[in-house]
């Protein structure tokens, strides 16, 4: 089995970074766009797609700045994170991404962390 690298996607959103932060690090935000149905229990997010669960340890957050989660099932050295920035150009908020998988699954995890964003662009009227 190859590793699994790190890889970054950026979108501008507009929306403010309060907002955003709702949906990226609560139940009820994730559940409007990530999964079918969230929980959180004890530092773990237990996601439901279709009644198959998965579970994802926080592992750090700074509030309205970022939230690191990790799949249980994954590696310790594995995560994905939310993190918003503000352009210092353009003033414009930013959610970036981040996530691992094998070099040759790169562009398929993207178009799905792009399917997933474009649903949670729409909830928060982006």
């Known amino acids: 089995m190859s590793k ?3 890889y970054e996607l950026e979108y501008p959103v507009r929306c403010s970074p309060v907002i955003l932060y ?6 009820a935000g994730l559940q409007e ?3 079918d149905k969230v929980d959180f229990r004890d530092n ?4 439901s797609w279709s009644g198959n669960v998965e579970e994802a340890e926080v592992l750090d957050q700074a509030e309205l700045e970022f939230i690191r989660l990790r799949w249980l099932s994954a590696p310790k050295e594995e995560f994905f994170e939310f ?4 352009s210092d150009v353009t003033t414009e908020t930013i ?3 981040k996530d691992f998988a094998e070099k040759k699954e790169i562009a398929d995890q993207s178009q799905l962390w792009d ?10 009227g982006n």
């Open 44 to 47: 773990i997010f237990s996601f």
């Open 33 to 35: 766009w990530f999964a």
């Open 4 to 6: 699994k690298v790190q």
């Open 22 to 27: 709702e949906f990226l690090s609560t139940p």
């Open 83 to 86: 993190r918003i920035r503000i």
């Open 95 to 97: 959610l970036i991404v």
């Open 115 to 124: 399917y997933q964003v474009k649903d949670l662009f729409h909830r928060i």
